[in-house]
């Protein structure tokens, strides 16, 4: 009975902290993860800066301290228990906290960025650019003569590009940040 109350009173703990969070638009995903093992916990820097991380140690093994990870470079952390992490953008100053998993790897994704497609022929284009890994439109979009038109994406992408004037279907890998020609 002792044993039934205790889990009872750890069911409604977690509970009443699960629904604070929500409260603060944290939303809690459930895991298999058992807490014992070391294993690392890994952070992939995708972004065009560095950024600094750190990852807590509560009752766990491991160095605690702020860390910098390079532009598209990884660190590891070996822990055994589900932590807190807390990483300090440099591209947007941004901070954001995770709450991370041994045995996994977690991205810190780019900002989003414009990729522009600028129509230099004589007829209207029609132009999709793919949105592998984020969000974003991917329906086909018409560029009238000498105009152009962007998509806000964070990693290189497919573009499909229509011409009117010859039939011809033009593919591009586009990054965020740049402007593209077509004609």
């Known amino acids: 009975?002792?044993?039934?109350?205790?889990?009872?009173?750890?069911?409604?703990?977690?509970?009443?902290?699960?629904?604070?969070?929500?409260?603060?638009?944290?939303?809690?995903?459930?895991?298999?993860?058992?807490?014992?093992?070391?294993?690392d916990v890994?952070?992939?820097?995708?972004?065009?800066?560095?950024?600094?991380?750190?990852?807590?140690?509560?009752?766990?093994?491991?160095?605690?301290?702020?860390?910098d990870i390079a532009s598209k470079d990884s660190a590891a952390w070996k822990r055994s228990k589900l932590q807190v992490c807390y990483v300090l953008r440099?591209?947007?100053?941004?901070?954001?906290?995770?709450?991370?998993?041994?045995?996994?790897?977690?991205?810190?994704?780019?900002?989003?960025n414009e990729v522009t497609i600028s129509n230099n022929i004589t007829e209207e284009i029609a132009v999709s650019i793919t949105n592998t890994g984020?969000?974003?439109?991917?329906?086909?979009f018409e560029i009238s003569s000498k105009n152009s038109s962007t998509w806000k994406r964070s990693n290189l992408q497919v573009c499909h590009v229509l011409r009117t004037d010859n039939?011809?279907?033009?593919v591009l890998v586009v990054e965020p940040g740049k402007t593209y020609q077509v004609g």
Not at 134 to 140: I, K, M, S
Not at 167 to 170: C, D, L, P
């Open 90 to 112: 440099a591209d947007n100053g941004k901070t954001e906290v995770l709450v991370v998993e041994p045995g996994k790897t977690y991205q810190i994704e780019g900002n989003m």
């Open 42 to 67: 890994t952070i992939v820097n995708n972004t065009k800066d560095k950024i600094t991380v750190s990852i807590t140690n509560t009752g766990d093994n491991g160095k605690p301290g702020f860390f």
């Open 167 to 170: 039939g011809s279907t033009e």
């Open 1 to 39: 009975l002792q044993l039934h109350r205790t889990s009872l009173s750890c069911r409604t703990r977690s509970l009443e902290i699960t629904s604070a969070l929500k409260s603060r638009g944290i939303f809690l995903l459930r895991s298999t993860f058992v807490a014992g093992n070391m294993s």
């Open 134 to 140: 984020e969000h974003g439109q991917t329906d086909f």
